[in-house]
């Protein structure tokens, strides 16, 4: 489908700059965008590619309007337009459509109105599947399980037993939600395992990205609360919780019983410890390690950046000689107060 400018600045709260009944059928970056095409600039880096695009319109803040050369809708988030006109323009299909032949459904499920289920996909008994639900081919539904309105799962996702997941949710292809804790005993050398008997209850507006695992409880639930973000490969242990609006990156991983709160953001590779508690509006950056409490908001990192070997190699050798190193500074201290006191 084709917008006007018009159209579109009405729908992202934009102001339009030139002509409102250009046409835009899609959206593309600053450098690739060719006719019918709107891009946007949020980074003051790309500035000068303003001058050069050969798309159609731009979405861009009023003081880059002197550098812009063609139609523009003007705002003061352009990136919040860029994301508003892609869900508007958004050509991806649905995860399934109507309930494939292939698919076995087990009679004791409750199935809403205008759910889709793939082929090959299996809905085992007392699943409850509410309005508008769609799921992809092969994912598996297991006992008890409910499914908010409007939620979609792409292909072979696996929901254990009794896993709740809310509306308007996604989940992104090979992801698996209730699987067991890691909880055993050790009992004389031998691990004996822990059946984990809770559940994970996922809110409303979450996402959650391809092969992403999130563990059932060992005895309370695992929390993931409304409008979480999760990106791909994640690990969410058994009865962590995690608050609302909390944004994860790629490969971060939360050990058991530990509560993250509100508004925190996570990039990747970051490692969580378990049994212990994370204030709301945290920032944590990439390869950072947590492993105590932390208990006021704020910027956190750890890690060292990469550098060449050999200046690695040094630093590791200086680091390793941190307590010699340590104690000799002590001993010229003790020494230096002992000539002031002479003196």
Not at 3 to 24: D, H, P, R, W
Not at 135 to 159: D, E, H, P, Y
Not at 189 to 201: E, H, Y
Not at 324 to 342: D, F, S, W
């Amino acid at each position: 489908m084709s917008y006007t400018l018009k159209v579109l600045a009405e729908k992202i709260g934009a102001s339009v700059q030139g002509n409102e009944n250009c046409l835009i059928d899609s959206i593309a970056t600053l450098i690739n965008a060719t006719e019918g095409q709107i891009a946007f600039l949020s980074n003051v880096k790309y500035r000068q590619q303003l001058n050069n695009t050969k798309a159609s319109a731009v979405i861009i803040t009023e003081d880059c309007l002197a550098d812009c050369q063609t139609n523009a809708l003007v705002m003061k988030n352009p990136y919040m337009g860029y994301a508003l006109l892609a869900q508007l323009l958004d050509t991806t299909p649905k995860t399934a459509n109507g309930i494939h032949s292939s698919a076995v459904v087990d009679s004791t499920a409750s199935i809403a109105i205008n759910v889709s289920i793939g082929a090959n996909a299996v809905i085992e008994s007392g699943v409850e599947i509410d309005e508008g639900v769609s799921i992809g081919a092969g994912c598996f539904i297991g006992k008890n399980a409910k499914i908010g309105k409007n939620t979609s799962l792409w292909a072979n996702v696996s929901i254990y037993h009794r896993v709740e997941i809310g509306e308007n949710c996604l989940i992104q292809a090979n992801t698996v939600i209730g699987s067991d804790g890691f909880g055993y005993a050790n009992h004389q050398g031998d691990w004996v395992k822990i059946p984990q008997l809770g559940s994970v209850i996922i809110g409303n507006n979450v996402e959650i990205g391809a092969s992403t695992t999130i563990d059932r409880g060992a005895l309370d639930d695992t929390l993931i609360k409304d409008g979480v973000i999760l990106d791909n490969q994640i690990q969410i242990a058994h009865n962590v919780v995690i608050g609302e609006n909390t944004a994860m990156a790629a490969c971060s991983v939360v050990a058991g019983s530990t509560v993250v709160g509100k508004n925190c953001t996570m990039a990747g590779l970051v490692g969580v410890n378990g049994h212990i508690n994370i204030a709301d509006g945290c920032v944590f950056t990439g390869f950072a390690m947590v492993t105590k409490n932390i208990t006021e908001s704020g910027v956190y990192s750890s890690g060292l950046p990469a550098q060449p070997n050999k200046e690695w190699q040094k630093t590791n050798a200086r680091i390793r000689k941190l307590e010699t190193t340590n104690k000799k500074i002590k001993t010229l201290e003790k020494e230096l107060l002992a000539l002031k006191a002479n003196s």
